[in-house]
């Protein structure tokens, strides 16, 4: 592990940051604990609020100038960053790459909705509905933003964000340093069980979804339902990523871990939920190594009671969190735990 973070701007992202449209949206060494659900991670080199696309580039370019490579973090919703921190932009989308909006109503039944990456899933059902609108019912119970959602093609056992996507709006490398604006069709995602293969390089700024005339009032009724019974079973008022790995195929994640005997464990500060096994919690200042190590120990678990490999759902910013918790697996099975 690297020390943490402490970075010195050079003249263009200073000068970036005193122009009167970014000021007080871009800040150094910011504390990434304090932008995701986990409260885990140190520093960000430069942490950015961005309202345009345009803004997005020019960030990007004058981070390039100094080596800093540039991630959208969303809400942070089911992210764990670095205990030493990112030397790089991390930046949240605002403003109009927040925004929503109806864009065509096809007839009197049916309509096409444009949404931000930045907006936030429960805002965008609640918009819906106060417009006569459903069909994105599943996005209220997705914490996090609509661009998160398309990267990991969210959803739930009711429905996933590929049943209803319709394109999205992405800036990708142009072969020349630079990036073009180009709308891709939900087949070039590559849209998965939870998963897509969208790559860290295209920056995902919004898209379209497919929307309905329905009973309101109902729709309404079914997301208080699904809320009422996921609190009941899940602990979302604790500091966690929500789900820490994606179901097997036929199964869940949290019956397996339960099932060999981890449901409970804890790590350092980090503690599998007495609740639901499949929700990692930070209970007492955990750090990103002890989530690693307690996630290394579950599926380390598991694979050796019933073959399966979990995957992680949790998605790992700044740094590669896949290769180090490989090396807590290896250390395991060295120690025959």
Not at 140 to 153: E, K, Q, S, Y
């Amino acid at each position: 592990m690297t020390d943490t973070v402490n970075f010195e701007p050079g003249e263009g992202l200073l000068a970036l940051a005193a122009e009167s449209r970014f000021g007080a949206r871009v800040v150094f060494n910011e504390p990434l604990a304090k932008h995701c659900s986990l409260r885990i991670g140190g520093p960000a080199a430069v942490w950015a609020e961005v309202e345009t696309a345009e803004e997005l580039v020019e960030l990007a370019r004058a981070g390039e100038a100094e080596g800093l490579e540039l991630t959208i973090a969303g809400l942070g919703s089911n992210t764990l960053f670095p205990d030493e921190g990112i030397r790089g932009i991390v930046a949240r989308l605002t403003g109009e790459l927040a925004a929503f909006e109806i864009a065509a109503e096809a007839d009197d039944d049916t309509a096409v909705m444009r949404i931000g990456a930045g907006a936030v899933n429960a805002h965008v059902v609640r918009a819906l509905h106060k417009g006569g609108w459903v069909g994105a019912e599943f996005l209220a119970l997705i914490p996090g933003t609509f661009g998160g959602a398309v990267v990991m093609n969210a959803g739930t056992k009711e429905a996933e964000l590929s049943e209803v996507l319709l394109d999205v709006d992405v800036l990708e490398p142009d072969g020349a340093g630079g990036y073009r604006r180009s709308t891709w069709e939900p087949a070039k995602l590559g849209l998965s069980y939870r998963h897509s293969e969208v790559s860290d390089d295209v920056l995902v700024l919004g898209g379209r979804i497919r929307i309905r005339r329905g009973d309101v009032d109902e729709a309404r009724q079914a997301v208080r339902r699904d809320k009422a019974r996921r609190n009941r079973t899940q602990p979302y008022k604790l500091a966690s990523v929500g789900s820490t790995f994606a179901n097997p195929k036929g199964d869940y994640a949290g019956r397996v871990i339960e099932e060999v005997g981890l449901k409970g464990h804890a790590i350092g500060g980090a503690r599998i939920s007495e609740l639901h096994a499949n929700f990692f919690i930070n209970e007492n200042g955990a750090t990103a190594a002890d989530f690693l190590e307690l996630m290394a120990l579950a599926r380390s678990r598991v694979r050796h009671r019933f073959g399966l490999e979990l995957r992680p759902e949790v998605r790992f910013v700044g740094f590669d969190g896949f290769k180090r918790m490989l090396e807590y697996e290896r250390r395991l099975e060295e120690q025959g735990c």
